[in-house]
């Protein structure tokens, strides 16, 4: 099982997107293990946007992503980062395909909604930075009998 460390940006908490984007992960099958809302602080998104300290768009998305309150989840799964990236769409409101959560709630390149982990390495990054030990849980749902196929012994 993976899990993937999401971020519903500003633009989704302040246009009450919350609930749909999360809706769209629990309907796949995905497990949501941690859930809060917090206030990133300039020094968490540099440490969360290293790798891009150098592009030009980096002061505006550090900006946008301290402007106002964020819901950070840990998502778990068989496959969880690249079928979270999937949901996602491509980086732009402007180019994502219908059908994905970029793709049918924004039209916006640089207010696209929603952050995921984009490997098993990052998403372990970045669940040790917006989550404290304890806070990401670990339990069995009732239906999880229905949502792998667990005959071979592990889930397919
Ligand atoms: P990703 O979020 O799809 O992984 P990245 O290339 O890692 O995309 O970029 C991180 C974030 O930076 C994007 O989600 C978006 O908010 C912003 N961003 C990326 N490229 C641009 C750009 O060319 N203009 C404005 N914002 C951008
Ligand atoms: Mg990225």
Known sequence: METSLIILKPDAVQRGLMGRIISRFEDKGLQVVGAKLMRITPELAAQHYKDHVSRPFYPGLVKFMT??????????????????????????????????????????????????????????????????????????????????DMSGGKPE
């Not at 496959?79 to 709630?105: E, L, P, Y």
């Not at 490997?119 to 970045?126: G, K, L, N």
Request: aromatic content about 10%; hydrophobic content about 45%.
């Open 67 to 148: 402007s106002s309150p964020v819901m950070v989840l840990a998502i778990r799964g068989n496959g969880a980062v690249a079928i979270c990236r999937n949901m996602m769409g491509a980086t732009f409101g402007s180019k994502a395909a219908a059908g994905t959560i970029r793709g049918d709630f924004g039209v916006s390149n640089s207010f696209n909604l929603i952050h995921g982990s984009d490997s098993p390495e990052a998403a372990a990054r970045e669940l040790s930075l917006f989550f404290k030990a304890g806070e990401v849980q670990e339990f069995d749902r009732a239906g999880d009998a229905w949502v792998y």
